[in-house]
């Protein structure tokens, strides 16, 4: 009798089990069955922005739920990744940030209100970019990297650059030792904010993500001296790489998202499949050839992989640019 009572409650187990098991897996086939909310740490108009609401766009017309952006920016993405380290970790809040939060602050910061690892799960890429050098574009103003470096180093100058989020803080930093001129840094929330006030002339030079620059630069309104990819980008053929220039400066800019810590993995996969069919799409190519961007398709294994190695990445770039953390 009591092997047959163990036999019975077996059964009943492996049914349970099978029957959870089910359960997980129409929860994950039906996610997202209500409103996602994208989480930035920067300000609207950014290129993480444009990223991020192409691909809210493609996600809503192919599940019909609606996918909201929402900009929180400040404090080198500080306050966002707080917001969504703190979130409920079932899918709905989705952090859309680059390596400015997960691989360059723990270099910025001695201390940091999260931990870019264990309160996040990486998620997918969803954007590739190189940054370009830019001024404005009047006759005044450099024409190519070796008049602006003469610039920074005749006596008495006194050039400043801006920033709007870390890795534009870098490149201009690194710059700025490889020709041994200081110039006096202005930071700015976003990249669109620093790049007003460059047209205005309240600065004299900064690195902006191509995906802003890059009309501007187009219109004639910013003068492009120098993009840090490996190669020219394919929306301003003309403009020579920074290593072309004679600058050895190489730096890549991305985009990814990322959920809160214990989110269910079925679920992190679902959002992978989603996010990768809006960057794979007719409309998501388009837009990469429209900003000259590009994008590593990865699972949330390889993404997780890709952002081990950025964080040594920039921790070499940060202390390359003899930046010293707050």
């Not at 920033?163 to 669109?192: D, E, F, Q, R, W």
């Not at 993009?227 to 920074?242: E, H, K």
Request: aromatic share 6%; with cysteine.
């Amino acid at each position: 009798m009591f092997t047959k009572t163990q036999s019975l409650c077996r059964s009943l187990l492996a049914c349970c089990l099978v029957l959870l098991g089910s359960l997980a897996n129409a929860q994950a086939i039906d996610y997202p069955t209500r409103t996602i909310k994208f989480v930035l740490p920067f300000p609207s108009g950014s290129g993480t922005d444009q990223a991020a609401r192409a691909a809210a766009n493609d996600i809503t017309r192919r599940t019909g739920q609606p996918v909201i952006v929402e900009n929180k920016p400040g404090a080198n993405g500080l306050i966002a990744a707080q917001q969504v380290a703190r979130a409920a970790p079932d899918g709905y809040t989705v952090f859309i940030t680059s390596m400015t939060t997960q691989s360059v602050n723990p270099f910025l910061y001695k201390k940091l209100p999260y931990d870019p690892v264990a309160d996040f799960i990486p998620v997918a890429m969803i954007s590739k970019n190189a940054m370009v050098l830019v001024v404005r574009n009047t006759e005044d103003q450099p024409k190519s990297v070796a008049e602006l470096t003469a610039r920074m180093q005749a006596a008495g100058s006194k050039l400043s650059f801006a920033s709007g989020n870390t890795s534009s803080l870098v490149a201009g930093k690194t710059y700025s030792n490889a020709v041994s001129s200081p110039a006096l840094h202005v930071p700015y929330k976003g990249i669109p904010q620093a790049v007003t006030d460059l047209m205005a002339g309240a600065v004299d030079f900064m690195f902006s993500d191509l995906t802003v620059a890059n009309p501007l630069v187009q219109q004639g309104r910013l003068r492009g001296l120098g993009v840090t990819g490996p190669t020219r980008a394919s929306t301003l053929p003309d403009v020579p790489t920074m290593r072309e220039a004679g600058m050895p400066i190489e730096l890549s800019v991305w985009n990814g998202a990322y959920v809160p810590a214990k989110t269910p993995h079925a679920v992190v996969v679902r959002l992978n499949e989603l996010l990768n069919q809006a960057t794979q799409s007719k409309q998501g190519q388009e837009r990469f050839k429209q900003t000259g961007g590009t994008v590593d398709t990865m699972s949330p294994e390889e993404f997780a992989k890709f952002n081990e190695q950025e964080v040594l990445f920039w921790g070499r770039a940060v202390r390359g640019a003899g930046i010293q953390p707050e």
